[in-house]
Each structure stands twice: as structure tokens, then as C-alpha cells.
């Protein structure tokens, strides 16, 4: 801000607000908090840039306001409610990966999206652990009513999601491009000459579970194929849908020769589906997952699908969080990319 505004607003003799302060200092009112806190977080140079101001132009911290400000725990929430058991564990790791030796520690808060009291849950959740920031998974963490209680509560947030190429998404954000790995998978199959492709896809909602789906279809269109309907079935992204939905897809009269599921937990349940009719895999049933989990490598034959870096996707949330906020980009964005083994072949 120019020497010429601040003077304007020094003649003015209005009283400063902690908003006068971040105008200013062109940061935002998060970081004249941390400033007035004593973060260590923030620059040198930013801090030194904010005392001058608050200095100039004499404003004075509300001490109520400080207080509560200086009882904000240096915990980090990470809230869910997802289905798949694993992918929360790796969200959780990566989490713990970036905040080991920070001076902050991970809280970890299941919810249910479909409760009535959802987001009031959530809120006492925050204002009980005072939290200093928050990192939300999906598929909360497309929902706005949940957007607009954190930015009311004025508490730090990371979203991680999927990305889709139509949305803009806003505030920051770790995001995957899974419809590239789904693509390629579809690809894949249809390679192996595979045209009887069964598919399990993620829950109605989900836009990882969307993104999925349009980017198999993509693969299938690069080879002159496309989603059967028939061969089509819902899952929840657990063992027991993906379990029950390839039953359903193999008791088809043009029972198919592949089948991919959303996730890694749906695709097990498909082996298990397989080894009660008697099937072989891959020599009759090739199987295609998602996440590349470590029961990928667990099962037999070990699981050709598509990797999500979900640990270090939350290892670059929690760092977000614990960066400057001059210094954050509002989006970090990771591939994912076909691993191929031996659950699948060459029909």
C-alpha cells in the first residue's frame, strides 16, 4: 500500500480495525492475526511490514478478541465421512508425515453427511478443540453448506477433491485428475482386446466417483467401445458392494470378460465374487481397481489398477496449512496413472 493511503487514512483519525490493518499491508486478516499473535509462521518481512502499520496508524488488538485467538490449539482436524477404510488411513499418514516435528498434532473426526446435525456437529467439533485448521475430504469437501461454516468460524481450510475441468473450485485446494487414470485403465482393458467389460461404479454423488466413470468411458471410446449398461452396477466403495454388484454383473447372460471397479476395496470384492463361481483370474476374469492400495500387492494375483497418491495428496494439505498463507497456491493438483500386474490379460 502506498505511503499516500496510509497518511489518508492516518488524517482521516478513524479508528483502526485489524481489516484497516490488512488493507494496508496488503495481507490478509489471517495473517495480521498470526502477526499480533506472534506466529512463527510468517515471514520476517511480513511481519515486520504489518508491525509498521499497526504502528503508523495506532491500532490497538481487541484483548477479548486476542485471547481467544491465543487459546486456538495448535491442532489439525481431519474430517470425513467416506466409506473406504484404507483411504482414510493413507489420508491420515500423509497428514502425520507433514505435521511430525511441526509443534502441531492431527485430530481426527468422522461425521455423517446425512445426520440433521451434520454441520452443527461439525461446528462444536471446531469450537471445542479450537482448532488452527482443518483439512476436509471428500465428499464433504464439495459440500457448501460445510464451506461457508468454516469460512464463518474464520479457521483455515483444505479441500481435497477431484478435479473436473467444467467447476471452479476456489479457496485452496489438493485435487487429482482422476480421469486421466481411468482412462487409461479403460484403455488397457480394451488393448487386452477385452469387449465384454463389466464396470462397478462409486457412489451416486461422488464427484471422484463421476470423474471415474467419465474417464473409463473416454478409454472405451478411444477403441471404438463403450459402457454397457448391463454390465453397469452401483457400489458404495466397500468390499461388500463391489462384492454384491460383480455378482449381479456376472450373472449377465454375456457375462463379461473384464471388470473394472472404482476402488481397490470394490475390486477385492469382485475377486471374491469370482472365486465363489468358480472363475479364474485373470485367465477368466480380468479385474481393474482404483487407489492402488496396499492390498493391491496383498491379494492374488496382485491387482493391476490405478494409483492415487492419496498419502502425499494429504502430506501437501497439511503442509498448506502450515505455510504462510502469502506463501500457499491456492491449488496443488497430483496425477494419477495406470499400475499394471497380474489380475489382468490378454483375453
Not at 487386452?192 to 473409463?216: D, W
Request: charged share 25%.
Amino acid at each position: 500500500m502506498s505511503e499516500d493511503a496510509i497518511e489518508e487514512f492516518i488524517q482521516r483519525r478513524k479508528k483502526a480495525t485489524i481489516n484497516d490493518v490488512a488493507r494496508l499491508a496488503r495481507v490478509s486478516k489471517k495473517t495480521v492475526s498470526r502477526v499480533i499473535n506472534k506466529s512463527p509462521s510468517v515471514r520476517a518481512e511480513t511481519r515486520d511490514r504489518v508491525n509498521a502499520i499497526i504502528e503508523r496508524i495506532g491500532f490497538r488488538p481487541d484483548p477479548q478478541a486476542r485471547g481467544l485467538a491465543f487459546r486456538r490449539s495448535f491442532l489439525i482436524g481431519l474430517i470425513y465421512d467416506n466409506p473406504n477404510a484404507q483411504y482414510v488411513v493413507n489420508m491420515q499418514m500423509g497428514a502425520l508425515d507433514a505435521l511430525r516435528g511441526s509443534g502441531s498434532e492431527l485430530v481426527v473426526h468422522p461425521c455423517d453427511r446425512h445426520s440433521e446435525r451434520f454441520i452443527e456437529d461439525i461446528r462444536d467439533f471446531i469450537e471445542l478443540q479450537r482448532l488452527a485448521g482443518v483439512i476436509i475430504l471428500p465428499p464433504i469437501s464439495e459440500d457448501k453448506r460445510l464451506l461457508a461454516l468454516l469460512e464463518e468460524l474464520d479457521v483455515d481450510y483444505v479441500r481435497v477433491s477431484a478435479v473436473q475441468p467444467t467447476t471452479t473450485t476456489g479457496g485452496y485446494a489438493v485435487l487429482s485428475k482422476e480421469r486421466i487414470g481411468c482412462r487409461a485403465a479403460g484403455e488397457h482393458l480394451a488393448q487386452l482386446g477385452h469387449k465384454q467389460i463389466g464396470f462397478i461404479t462409486g457412489p451416486e454423488g461422488y464427484v471422484s466417483a463421476i470423474e471415474r466413470r467419465a474417464g473409463f468411458r473416454e478409454g472405451l471410446q478411444a477403441h471404438g467401445l463403450d459402457i454397457n449398461w448391463e454390465l453397469e452396477a452401483q457400489g458404495a466403495y466397500t468390499f461388500e458392494s463391489g462384492h454384491a454388484a460383480a455378482l449381479k454383473i456376472l450373472d449377465r447372460p454375456n457375462r463379461p470378460t473384464a471388470i473394472f471397479a472404482s476402488n481397490d476395496e470394490m475390486a477385492i470384492g469382485a475377486y471374491k465374487a469370482a472365486f465363489e463361481l468358480g472363475l479364474r483370474i485373470p485367465a477368466d476374469l480380468s479385474i481393474c481397481g482404483y487407489d492402488d492400495s496396499p492390498m493391491a500387492l496383498r491379494v492374488s494375483p496382485p491387482l493391476t489398477t490405478v494409483n492415487l497418491p492419496s498419502r502425499d495428496m494429504a502430506k501437501a494439505a497439511a503442509m498448506t496449512l502450515l505455510t504462510d498463507e502469502d506463501d500457499r497456491r491456492d491449488e496443488i493438483i497430483f496425477e494419477s496413472g495406470l499400475v499394471v500386474r497380474e489380475s489382468t490379460a490378454r483375453l
